[in-house]
């Protein structure tokens, strides 16, 4: 017997031990599965193991048998329990939607089904994706694979740490301030967040819906590429989804990059670990040796990215979580009537962060606070996107560090707003839908793993990828 | 400054039920949280009218779809969801969904 090494493994390897028959499908769900039994218990990625998949597997084997396959036959992957997969439950990993099963697939779901990957299970999350360390879900907390005393990040920290450990090839999450790249840093992987309108929404339970977008998380730069291609599709389902005939209109045509812009006040913040600091400057270096100019540039307004978030976000969100009302979906607590059915099921169902969210967005929207906080945040929101396509002008992209440091302890960020600074670097990329990578580079002082984030202008994916490539090879 | 009564307010405009305790602390997180974004009140901005901030976020123009008529709308035969959508109801009878009375509590 041979004793195959399939640690680590990548799409293309992954796909080449497929192709060349040295592995089926089932015995690498079945790794996969066998890694998950073992380290699940204390990591806690995962809510539900996905084992009534053989008809995937079958059709995956078939398609590789007759020579028909794609590129992500038979690859295993973890979803993030806000993406709908049709018969499967879905909970946002929140309380009141216990049990609720899945209508129909998301727009992405379909995406995989028509290359023949293999959904593996469905990890956890912030509940309703509101938060940055995976604390804040119904079903625990997650932790960090590298350091169980550590949290993964979040939102997305159970599909970051799924990868993280080993357990899938790569996962597929939803990203609103930084809940895939902020995850894939405390993790020591890669997470993409594509530009608002790349990638179809539909199928995804909704936190603030001019901020979501779907995105991969992988163990390499090419591989988010790989992802990246396959679900960047047009789809009449979701009414933001950009046409692609109108995305190369908006684009420019695809070149090498060569300058590449800092916002220097921006990353001189004083929150930045020394650790980070090091990292940031070594990769400057490197891209500075690998022949690429350096410009130091101005976004005059994107350090209030952030609480312009605070503000568009809650609001968004009080809206779309107004449908969770004991009626239609998942738990009901019976009131005296029908008001105080709502007022129990949304109290008891949602968690406290959720709860206080809620609560904030109602009060931005209220009556006399409207314009002065969500009219201006709008305001403000446009000037920051027109800052950034000014920028665009005289830079190929923009690097900034992921987070201001490595992963936090659990606990360690009680307070609600120092939780929302850790989206710091992340949220200016959201606010102005464009998209940005997360690669892993460097390690703090303890060995826990840091990350730089590339910026690029609307639908200029391509050029994070190379530049992604370049610090890796560079690690 | 946020006062309890408006956490209350708040709490029955959005249908959500808080213990005494958690207003408590609702109060503060609450003026913590809106002195954080109290920021953005600092930027002097054209009045609405001036800046189109009705556009797609990466777009140029409006994408957003026409109201007219789709050509999809006979792909969904009649009845085709009603089954998978009922079997999420909480609580159903018959084809609908059951609640508690709307009307007639506390006269």
Redesign the interface.
Known sequence: MIIMNLENLTILQARNLLDNKQITVRTLVDHYRRVISEKNHEINAYIEIFTNTDAEIDRAQKMIDKGEQKTLTGIPYALKDNILYKDHQVTSASKILEGYVASYDSHVIECLKEEGAIPIGRTNMDEFAMGSSTEYSAYGPTKNPLDASCVPGGSSGGPAAAVAMDSCVFALASDTAGSIRQPASFCGIVGLCPTYGAVSRSGLISLGSSLDCIGPLTKTTEDAQIIYNIINAYDYMDSTSVPLEKRNMQSRAFHKPKKIGIPREFVNDPGISSDMKASFDRAVSIFIDAGYEIVDIEIPHIALSLPVYYIILPAEASSNLARFDGVRYGIREKGEDLLETYIKTRGEGFGKEVRRRIILGTYVLSAGYRDSYYGQATRLRSLIREEFINAFKKVDVIITPTTSGGAFRFGEKSDPVAMYISDLFTVPANIAGIPAISVSFGKTKDGMPLGMQIIASHFNEDALFVLGKVLEDNK | M?TRQ??DN?????????SDA?RDE?TS??E???E??????S?T??A?GD???SK??????N???KNVT?D?TDAYPFKK?TD??M?????KSDGY?R????LG?GE
């Open positions: 946020i408006d956490v708040l709490c029955v405009l959005a249908r959500i039920g808080i958690e609702l997180d609450l913590k949280i809106l954080y974004v109290e920021q953005v009140k930027v901005m054209p609405e800046m189109n901030i797609h976020i990466s777009q140029d123009e994408i957003l779809t789709r999809d969801y998978v959508i079997n999420a109801l909480p609580d969904a609640v508690q009375r709307v509590v």
